[in-house]
């Protein structure tokens, strides 16, 4: 993939007179009104520092508290570099995400968590990584600050995806990372449904990188993935990337038959040779009952492929939104009125 060269224009940063924003920051919001006061503290200042332009784009994804107030609020204090897109319902991180890049006008797109795990102090050395010429840039939590067992299951996942996909990310799970907006680009123009950010994007990009970040405990709140929505992550991850579970099957059903094969032609001798046989009842309910096993396993996997292709054909939109608060941005640079548009009930 071609990568246009940014340029860089000196001192110039946020309300650069020409309206370009060298960076844009998205952030899903879910029910986060008890961390976002210190996010706010904590992400402009070291945006102010970076000295670059830049727009903080916060996606609410349905929250039910006072989330939403309080974007509103920090729209109000900074309206030249925030925007706040409001979605309608709960529509996951990932496509919270989407809706974002949809509307990020930066020449690099960093996403981050709005619970302060990923410190927005480390945004410069991603950005920096970029500025060599990297249009992908990951992360290795250094020492991951989330409970012992998210830990353990994550690395095991982490290693069975490496093994069955072309993605290479030696920490898939940490969604703080930075794109070449033609990254970005690709991920829009893919259309996929159902996706695993950082995955997706890692197949667009010509030039990957990775650098290790801090990792913080949540600053306050709880966290918005149980245990059953990240099974379906993974379950996402997997069949996204790769179609090799579906051939696992198909060769553990071959290899079963020539087995079989094999059992019957030595029973069929063994009748002839010493006579029927009539113990052994139980031996063949246990391998009955394996091989029914490894059968609704593999319909199982069979189903969550066929799942997918169900919820991409159907084709519904991936989030709704409900309002954007930002300025209208015209080919003349921002204007500076603040405009909210609200669609139709
Ligand atoms: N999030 C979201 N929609 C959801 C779940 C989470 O926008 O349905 C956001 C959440 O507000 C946070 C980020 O995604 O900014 C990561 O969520 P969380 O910190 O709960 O996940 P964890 O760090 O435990 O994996
Ligand atoms: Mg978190």
New binding site residues.
């Given amino acids: 993939m071609m990568l246009q060269q940014v340029e860089k224009t000196g001192s110039e940063h946020r309300n650069s007179p020409d309206g370009r924003v060298e960076l844009s920051i998205v ?6 009104e008890a961390v976002l006061e210190s996010l706010f503290d904590r992400l402009y200042g070291a945006m102010d520092r970076l000295d670059r332009s830049y727009e903080v784009i916060f ?1 609410d ?1 349905g929250s039910r508290d006072r989330s939403v107030a309080m974007l509103r609020q920090q729209y109000q204090k900074r309206p030249e570099v925030t925007r706040v897109v409001i979605l309608r319902a ?1 529509a ?2 990932h496509a ?1 995400i989407v809706a974002g890049f949809e509307r990020a006008l930066g020449d690099y797109v960093i996403t981050l ?3 302060l ?1 990923n410190p927005p102090e480390e945004i410069e050395k991603l950005v920096s990584k970029l500025d060599d010429g990297h249009d992908y840039v990951g992360t290795i939590r250094h020492q991951r600050m ?1 409970s012992k067992w998210r830990d353990v299951a994550s690395k095991i996942m982490n290693r069975v995806r490496e093994r069955i996909s072309n993605v290479h990310m030696t920490d898939q ?1 940490c ?1 703080f990372r930075a794109y070449h907006r033609d990254i970005v680009k690709a991920v829009l123009d893919s259309q996929e449904s159902q996706t695993y950010i950082p995955a997706l994007a890692y197949i667009y990009a010509a030039n990957p990188v990775e650098v290790v970040v801090q990792h913080e405990e ?1 600053a306050a709140g ?4 149980s245990l059953f929505k990240l099974i379906h992550l993974n379950f996402d991850l997997m069949t996204s990337f790769s179609i090799l579970p579906l051939q696992i099957f198909s060769v553990v059903g071959m290899l079963v038959s020539v087995f079989s094969f094999l059992f019957v032609l030595f029973l069929a001798l063994r009748r002839l040779i010493v006579g029927s046989e009539v113990e052994g009842v139980f031996t063949l309910f246990a391998i009955s009952f394996f091989i029914l096993g490894v059968l609704l396993f593999a319909v199982g996997i069979l189903g969550e492929y066929v799942g997918r292709i169900y919820v991409q054909v159907r084709n519904r939109p991936k989030f709704l939104i409900k309002t954007v608060l930002e300025k209208s941005v015209q080919e003349s640079g921002p204007q500076h009125t603040a405009t909210e548009l609200e669609d139709a009930r």
């Fill in positions: 952030i899903p919001v879910y029910n986060e996606v994804d709960n996951g991180q919270a968590d709005s619970d795990q989330d799970g969604m949540r709880e966290s918005k993935y």
